[in-house]
């Protein structure tokens, strides 16, 4: 198996040999305790859990809700839930390390880039307020989540998310950490063949890789992305100017788009919405379906829904909702995507959903990586298909 290096770029945080020697012995250790310890969990449920409630209730139990209530108590599934976010939480400071201790260059070659000749542009605004979905989160664990901003010029979560997300990934995201937005291309144009956006915006482009992607795949759109946090703006921008790619990234709500009626031939919202609120996410369908041309395409890659779905695998894939700071995680997972688009005003005749293309087989990684790891609790690494949610705008 290939070992997958992140690209360098300006502002990615380099590692001291002892640096990058913990990062990977984490990496090792968080696959040990994902891959052998958390799927005896099953076992523990049935051996101990069901019997157990079967014998109290005469039934077993009818939903995620009811198994999660008896499996906190269990002494194994307490014990792998602590391991996992443990190491979520040391793979995060072992990058943070990093950062922290080349924190002021970092910042004075982002300001330098910004006010040098750029190719893209960045927008940010003085008192912005970030949403309460956001600010009050830290995502992933990942130290002061997508708001935080240390100082004046701040990168850090922008470099946290970076760093952090291809070790958690192993790899599996590319080099560039563009393989959502290849994957999400991909897709849109098998969706809808000789598409062809001359403009593109990206809700929730974090640390500025799937807009990479999506740059890569349509390289003559004008690509806009907006966030809500100042450093992972700050970052992105001097990423993408680092590598060549011209974007343009706003500091903004998807909530409350600042951008004119029908001004987007695509809208992008790629693995987002489930970390923000019910209310934040019809929101932002209306506000994509206002902004799109007629005819415009939306494109949404998400978390699988859990209709269909038994209770027990409902009960491990909502891990994050409780133990990974992602509240909004099962609501996600329940949400009927084609009545959020129908109250946001498209068509259900122009709407469709279903797996498809995954960050893998974007970069044609398959063979480099452990694509069907065997992560047990919670969201997976990435690997294998994703989910879309698909529509257009009539007229």
Known sequence: MTRVFQEVHAVLPQATLDEAARQEFINQLGKHVLNEFTPGTRVAYERDVLPTFKREHGREPTDRHEIRKV????????????????????????????????????????????????????????GF??????????????????????????????????????????????????GIGKAASIMA?????????????????????????????????????????????????????????????????????????ASFDMICCLASLHETSLTATHNIFKEAFRVLKPGGRFLVSELPPYEGVDAWTQFVRDWDTYNNAEPYWGRVHELDFSDVATQAGFDRTHYGQGFGTGVAEANALTSAVEVQNKKFMGSTRGGGQAWYAWMTKAG
């Open 189 to 261: 144009r098998r969706l809808w063949p000789g598409l062809a956006p001359k403009k593109i915006l990206e809700i929730g482009c974090t640390a500025g890789g799937s807009t990479v992607g999506l740059k890569a795949m349509f390289p003559d759109a004008e690509v806009h992305a907006i966030d809500v946090g100042a450093a992972v703006l700050r970052y992105a921008h001097a990423r993408a100017e680092s590598l060549g790619v011209p974007l343009h990234f706003h500091q903004m709500s998807g909530e409350a788009l600042e951008f004119d009626d």
């Open 129 to 178: 307020e970030i949403p309460r979905y956001v600010s009050e989160n830290d995502h992933h664990a990942m130290p002061g989540g997508y708001s935080g901003d240390l100082c004046d010029g701040d990168i850090t979560a922008g470099a946290l998310y970076d760093r952090g997300a291809f070790i958690y990934t192993q790899g599996l995201f590319g080099p560039r950490m563009d």
């Open 71 to 126: 499996m906190i108590e269990h002494p194994f599934y307490r014990m792998t839930s602590s391991f996992q976010r443990t190491v979520q939480e040391m793979m995060w400071d072992s990058v943070d390390e990093s950062i922290q201790r080349q924190l002021p260059d970092l910042i004075d070659t982002s300001r330098k880039i910004a006010a040098g000749n750029t190719i893209g542009s960045i927008s940010l605004k003085d």
